[in-house]
């Protein structure tokens, strides 16, 4: 039996009174996609955070290549971290540095490549992500989706295994949350790397998803694969695929629906 390349095991972590995670599993196999849907505040970047170290969970473990993250010194946490690239919800560029700057940082600071060989690796993951001949824009200058771009770009860098997406298309256009969504399927296409995407949006979700699960009230009570997440029964799936304000998703119930009968017509609501 193969181990899974990142596997979450009875995780719980609680910040104060707050529980945000409970008794969480969820394994990730090399080369998939996995989606992690849930509405905000279900910690679903606390779980990006604790595969990648910066927070510890309560109980539980989570490992990543068989490395009990938690158990490992700093400098092995560290050689698990270049591993993975992380894409930060709006991107996180140093506003300072130019692309080129912001892509080549991780290669300056941690390889001994030759400028050269960076000049070579910078504009071949900005042409993986469509964005060859931005090199020296200012993050001022990009577009959001440009920006999500290039943070792509950073994340590659260094060749990892593993890609962590932070809700990649919060605040973007349909057309510029579908180019995004593109662009996330050819990076695991084209360099193999194994991929978990927090994300909002159910079309980007269901394109690029081998599996989706659903987080709620701190557990994940569904995970398989879109075409089976679709037709799942629980109410709670089935209300956050619909978007619907009425079900057992919300922590408090909606303010009841008023019929046309009881909306006044006077001048103030007009």
Not at 52 to 72: C, F, R
Request: charged content about 20%; some cysteine; aromatic content about 6%.
């Amino acid at each position: 039996m193969t181990v899974p390349l990142i596997d979450v095991v009875n995780v719980s972590k609680a910040f104060g009174p707050k529980v945000v995670l409970s008794d969480v599993n969820l394994s990730v196999e090399e080369g998939e996609s996995l989606v992690v849907l849930g509405g905000s505040g279900t910690g679903k970047t606390v779980l990006l955070r604790t595969i990648m170290g910066l927070l510890t969970p309560d109980q539980g473990h989570i490992s990543v290549e068989g490395k009990i993250i938690h158990q490992l010194s700093w400098q092995e946490l560290f050689e698990v971290r270049k591993h993975i690239g992380m894409c930060f919800q709006m991107a996180a560029l140093f506003d300072s540095m130019t692309v080129f700057e912001n892509v080549a940082f991780s290669l300056r600071r941690h390889t001994t490549m030759t400028s050269a060989e960076i000049q070579f690796r910078v504009e071949e993951c900005l042409g993986l992500v469509g964005m060859k001949g931005t090199d020296q824009l200012k993050p001022a200058e990009l577009s959001g989706g440009m920006k999500r771009r290039v943070g792509f770009a950073r994340a590659i860098a260094l060749k990892p295994k593993i890609l962590l997406f932070d809700e990649p298309t919060t605040g973007l256009d349909p057309v510029m949350t579908d180019v995004i969504g593109r662009v996330i399927l050819d990076l695991k296409h084209e360099l193999g790397v194994t991929t978990i995407t927090i994300t909002h949006d159910l079309k980007s979700a269901f394109e690029i998803a081998d599996r989706i699960a659903l987080l709620f009230r701190g557990e994940v009570i569904a995970c398989e694969k879109p075409e089976a997440f679709k037709v799942n029964p629980n109410a709670v799936v089935q209300q956050f695929l619909r978007g619907d304000a009425d079900g057992p998703f919300l922590l408090d119930p909606p303010p009841p629906k008023r019929s046309q009968s009881t909306v006044s017509h006077s001048p103030l609501n007009v």
